[in-house]
Each structure stands twice: as C-alpha cells, then as structure tokens.
T-cell receptor
Framework: AQKVTQTQTSISVMEKTTVTMDCVYE???????LFWYKQTASGEIVFLIR??????ENATVGHYSLNFQKPKSSIGLIITATQIEDSAVYFC??????????FGDGTQLVVKP | VTLLEQNPRWRLVPRGQAVNLRCILK??????MSWYQQDLQKQLQWLFT????????VKSLPGADYLATRVTDTELRLQVANMSQGRTLYCTC????????????FGEGSKLTVL
C-alpha cells in the first residue's frame, strides 16, 4: 500500500489565485515529519515547507502554508497569490523514525496568466 | 554555493554495463546523504540513506539493481546495474542535517539512458 498519496495528478489555476494540493499519508510511527517539495521544469527539487507531527500549529513559510489534519492523516499544501513561477510538480513526503522516506506521486501545477 | 555536486550529469549506458555515480557534499554540516531514483513518469523513490564512511547497502528494484557506498564524509557513490534496455532513469542524491528531522537538499540529478 502506498504510504503517501496525492490524488490530484494535475491542477491548473489562474495567476494570483489560491490553490490547495491534497496529500494523505499512512504511518504507524507516533512521531514523523512531513514535507512538501517542488520540482521545476529543469529538474531541480526544492524544499518548500515542513510540519512535525507533534506540532499542532500549521506551518507557514512565505506564500506557502499547510493544512495539517492529524486525525485524518492529511497534510494539504496551500499556495496563496500564485505566480507563473509556481508552475512545477509538487511532491508530498514523509520521513519516519527509521530514516525511511516516502513520496507521493506528485501533483503538476500549472499557473496561467 | 551548491551543497551537492553530482557527476556524471548524464550517461548513455551500453546494455549490460553498470555505471558509477558520485555525489559530493560541499558542507559537512549535512551528513545524512541519500540516493533516489526517478522515472520518466516523475515518480520519486527513496533508495538509501548512508551516514558514515564504510556504510554500504544494496537494493534491487524492477528495472535496476543498486549498490550505494558512503566513501567518505563528503562522498556518496551509487552503482547502477542491470538496467532494463531502453530505460531512462534519473538518480538524485540529497543531504540533510538530521537523521529524520532535517529537510532534504537535493543534487541536480544524473540522467541514465540504456542503449
């Protein structure tokens, strides 16, 4: 069974709007770490934002924020005021305490002018 | 300054041959180094995390066999063998400051294409 699931294959939005990308995960660990990364057209993979499972407050970095719903094992990424440059593939990831890392299949975001 | 340098960046692999990839860490404050594979469908899969010089691990996945070695505090290697004919694969390394908690910093990746 897949440990990290991103159900949205592709999303297209207009510039300056808000987009939400879904991610659900599965783990038996009581403590784990959740991340979002983006991969640009050049192939570069860049860290965006992180949520530690023991923290109740949703993480926010710049125009990225998270909707962490622990009872639902859900960690959605919210991008506000989207820009053309936000067009990329977005990966949700989970690190467990045994050092294993799991990625979702990615969501392609297209931001249109 | 780029944290990780990968070489080669691209390699045509004759069928049946293995290829050796290197990942060089520029800042030893991020000692947890890892390898990943990514196929053309963009599916990103973690392969190994090796912390200490001398650490080695092997893994066989559909389409390729892998042997990872932590050579030094700043060098991680990956040998890729038995790649399926006609396959294109990207191998990327990462570094992190903590075992589980650190965010990952990725290299630029190596593209392997089997003839």
């Amino acid at each position: 069974a897949q440990k990290v699931t991103q159900t949205q294959t592709s999303i297209s939005v207009m510039e300056k709007t808000t987009v939400t990308m879904d991610c659900v995960y599965e783990t038996q660990d009581s403590s784990y770490f959740l991340f979002w990364y983006k991969q640009t057209a050049s192939g570069e993979i860049v860290f965006l934002i992180r949520q530690d499972s023991y923290k109740k407050e949703n993480a926010t970095v710049g125009h990225y924020s998270l909707n962490f719903q622990k009872p639902k094992s859900s960690i959605g990424l919210i991008i506000t005021a989207t820009q053309i440059e936000d067009s990329a593939v977005y990966f949700c990831a989970m690190r467990e305490n045994n050092n294993r890392i799991f990625f979702g299949d990615g969501t392609q975001l297209v931001v249109k002018p | 300054v780029t944290l990780l340098e990968q070489n080669p960046r691209w390699r045509l692999v004759p069928r049946g041959q293995a290829v050796n990839l290197r990942c060089i860490l520029k800042n030893s404050q991020y000692p947890w180094m890892s390898w990943y594979q990514q196929d053309l469908q963009k599916q990103l899969q973690w392969l190994f995390t090796l912390r200490s010089p001398g650490d080695k691990e092997v893994k066989s996945l559909p389409g390729a066999d892998y042997l990872a070695t932590r050579v030094t505090d700043t060098e991680l290697r990956l040998q890729v063998a038995n790649m399926s004919q006609g396959r294109t694969l990207y191998c990327t390394c990462s570094a992190a400051g903590g075992a589980n908690t650190g965010q990952l910093y990725f290299g630029e990746g190596s593209k392997l294409t089997v003839l």
